[in-house]
Structures are given as structure tokens and as C-alpha cells.
């Protein structure tokens, strides 16, 4: 979910902006060292899965779109600062807060 994290880290944020050479160079980290879950036809197939089961639409897409990664991927859990964004999906995947 590489997209996610590039979009998060490089929008106006109330803590600030991180420097773009910083973020492409994390991301080139990322891709060295982990196995990138990438977003696919599997991955489509989940979310749209998820959209027949749950009431989600507009932003919340993105949100959905994680969970079906995890699910495409047999990723069992997230870790996450917005747990409330994932509440909804707590039957099927496991929510931890990183607080």
C-alpha cells in the first residue's frame, strides 16, 4: 500500500509536511525490505465484496480498499492511528491502536 502511504505523507498535515526526497527515499527502503502488498485484481475483487457487505462509498473507499489488501494478502491485522476508520471491518480483520 505504498499509494496510501505516499498520499498520507505528502498532503498538508496539522504536524506538518515531511520533505518529498524523505519520503521517496523511505519508500525505496520499503521496497528493499519488505514484500509490498500490492493492489490487484484479487485486491478488487475483495473490495468490491466488501462494498455488497458493508455500507461504505466516497472516501471511505480507501479505508475498504486497505482491508481487502489484507484479505487478498491473509494480512489478519492492522496497526493504526485510526482505529475508527477500521472499526466497521472488526468481524473480519483485527484493529490494534498504535496509541
Keep these: 500500500m505504498i499509494r496510501e502511504y505516499l498520499t498520507t505523507l ?7 509536511t515531511v520533505p518529498k526526497q524523505t519520503i ?17 485484481l484479487a485486491v478488487t ?3 468490491l465484496n466488501l462494498m455488497t457487505r458493508y455500507q461504505i462509498g466516497g472516501k471511505k473507499i480507501h479505508d475498504a480498499n486497505i482491508v481487502a489488501t489484507m484479505l487478498a494478502y491473509g494480512i489478519p ?3 493504526t492511528h485510526n482505529t475508527k476508520d477500521f472499526e466497521r471491518f472488526g468481524d473480519i480483520v483485527i484493529v490494534e491502536s498504535i496509541d
Design 24 to 40: 521517496l527515499i523511505q519508500v525505496k527502503q520499503f521496497l528493499e525490505q519488505f514484500n509490498v502488498a500490492d493492489d490487484n
Design 45 to 47: 475483487e475483495k473490495l
Design 77 to 79: 491485522a492492522i496497526l
Design 10 to 16: 505528502t498532503r498538508p498535515q496539522a504536524f506538518g
